[in-house]
């Protein structure tokens, strides 16, 4: 926990989270430096004191940071696309999707976010947890995920795992819908589908549904590890061919260890397929109240030595991880935003390091990461656990007619 007296005036990159001041002083900078066609924001927005957290405080941050928003983005009419997190969660983690829990999130969530959405949108958020929505002038649509439902720490799937307040089966039909239409889809959610937190039967079903509307799919935008990297999504049939990629985006909160950052992807107005992005950075060890110091540290592809953007760049790029020294020591820099932590993780980069940093970015498959690393799967504590809660749960069955497809579920 922050020794709150004892932290940064603009916060500092340990176990901290940072004061809303500098929130929207990095709001602030996007809108006056920037002409973005939408925001997106992948939730965890209240602090990571979670023992002091109650259903009085929960939603508050969140109200805060969307009122600014709001203030922000409505008069230059640009749509904002907006998800919650596990943190969001009282308790943090317990989301369920059948009670009182759940409505209240998503009550909370929908007056949040509602001045962002349309009405079907809204209240399809309110109910669910999980919207979509076409981005005005593009006609992209933007498929906001419910990740809640793939928690590993969401005691409440025990119950009935199986597809979960039918997420995915609504998923495929939206899929479908915009495949119909020739229409491009950007993804949006808070839990990486590809990290440990994720149940791994949800996440192997949701790389199927990538691997089959991939050519609809044009990119995929999660947050909450809060580390800058990203996990290559394989085909289930054939783990040398690359279907997708999951961007993961660092957080802006300095926790854990890090300098806060936000993106900007820049997007090819016909394809609709990322071209390039920007990493900008806050240094808020060298900032004073009166300078707060935001930088653009790096582009994807000048970084990286990619003359144009391809899946195929982040397959090599997880590949130079673990061959190269130099590649390992810059990604490891760009991990953790250039703070204190993240130097010392470079100045001692080792093959250990390099092996699972690598092996992390090259399959979206926590199964395949634990293998890569040539370590007994069932020596490691967080996989046994893992795997115990889904035997407990036992295993996905099919609920009605017009369900996930065979091909999904098997």
């Known amino acids: ?38 925001l997106l924001w992948t939730g965890d927005n209240i602090d990571h004191t979670i023992w002091q957290q109650n259903v009085d405080n929960q939603s508050l941050p969140t109200a805060l940071i969307a009122g600014y928003l709001e203030g922000k983005a409505t008069p230059k009419n640009i749509p904002v696309f907006a998800n919650f997190g596990n943190h969001e969660c009282f308790p943090v983690n317990i989301y369920d999707y059948l009670g009182v829990g759940g409505d209240r999130i998503r009550k909370q969530a929908s007056i949040a976010y509602g001045s962002f959405l349309n009405a079907p949108a809204r209240q399809m958020l309110e109910q669910k947890g999980y919207y979509s929505q076409t981005m005005p002038g593009t006609g992209v649509k933007m498929i906001s995920l419910n990740t809640q439902v793939c928690n590993s720490l969401n005691y409440v799937l025990l119950i009935d795992p199986s597809d979960p307040d039918g997420h995915l089966a609504w998923l495929i039909k939206e899929l479908e819908e915009s495949e119909s239409k020739n229409q491009a889809v950007f993804i949006i959610g808070h839990i990486p589908v590809g990290d440990r937190d994720c149940t791994k039967a949800w996440s192997k079903r949701y790389q199927a549904v990538v691997e089959r509307f991939s050519a609809t799919i044009r990119g995929q935008f999660f947050g909450h590890t809060h580390a800058d990297h990203f996990q290559v999504i394989r085909s289930v049939t054939d783990k040398s061919v690359i279907t997708g990629v999951i961007h993961i985006t660092p957080s802006l909160t300095t926790y854990d260890r890090s300098n806060p950052s936000f993106r900007i992807y820049e997007i090819d107005s016909e394809t609709h397929h990322i071209v390039n992005y920007e990493q900008y950075r806050i240094n808020v060890l060298d900032s004073d109240p009166s300078n707060l110091i935001i930088e653009r540290a790096y582009d994807f592809l000048s970084e990286y030595g990619f003359s144009t953007w391809s899946l195929k760049n982040y397959e090599d790029l997880a590949e130079r991880v673990l061959k190269d020294r130099a590649t390992l020591r810059k990604f490891m820099i760009n991990m953790y935003a250039d703070s204190p932590y993240a130097r010392n993780q470079s100045a001692n980069a080792t093959h250990r390091l390099a092996m699972e940093t690598s092996c992390y970015l090259k399959s979206a498959d926590y199964e395949d990461f634990y293998k890569c690393n040539g370590n007994d799967i069932f020596q490691n504590a967080y996989f046994l656990y893992l795997t115990v809660l889904e035997e407990i749960a036992g295993e996905w069955h099919r609920k009605s007619a017009g369900s996930i497809p065979d091909s999904i579920t098997e």
């Open 1 to 38: 926990m922050c020794i709150r007296d004892r932290a940064g005036y603009w916060g500092t990159p340990t176990k901290c989270d940072i004061p809303f001041r500098t929130a929207q002083r990095a709001i602030d900078y996007i809108f006056d430096n920037f002409n973005v066609s939408a």
